[in-house]
């Protein structure tokens, strides 16, 4: 069997995720771009598995098996985070969080919710 076919695709999806990881703004499209470049690394262990005769048998499978549990935690971690960078900064977008020391404060009304700006009497 001639494995071009799944090494073709494995190398397409895991270009895909790099273009994903690089070119996105939102935290969870990110993290699904990783999951996209995981799983062409499992593509490409489970092909290399059944086409190399290795000393060890199913290895590739078994290396898989780990990759996924390595994507779980990442996904499990990673929500998490989004999760608390959006109910610090009401965003999730990438380019907004801060990368020094401090972070800037984030207004009252941003963090409970409301619309900045406008007073509380024409809120319903």
Do not use: C, K, W
Not at 2 to 11: L, M, Q
Not at 68 to 78: M, N, P, R, S
Not at 93 to 122: H, S
């Amino acid at each position: 069997m001639r494995p071009v076919i799944p090494y073709v695709t494995a190398a397409l999806l895991f270009g895909l995720g790099v273009y994903g990881v690089l070119r996105r703004r939102n935290a969870v499209l990110v993290l699904m771009a990783v999951e996209l470049m995981l799983n062409a690394v499992n593509l490409v262990l489970v092909t290399a598995d059944t086409t190399v005769r290795a000393a060890l048998p199913h290895s590739g499978q078994v290396f898989a098996l780990f990759v996924i549990v390595l994507a779980a935690a990442e996904i499990g971690v990673g929500l998490a985070i989004v999760l608390q960078l959006y109910r610090l900064r009401a965003s999730v977008t990438v380019d907004d969080v801060p990368l020094g020391e401090r972070a800037p404060a984030v207004p009252d009304e941003v963090r409970q919710g409301r619309p900045a700006g406008v007073p509380d009497e024409v809120r319903p």
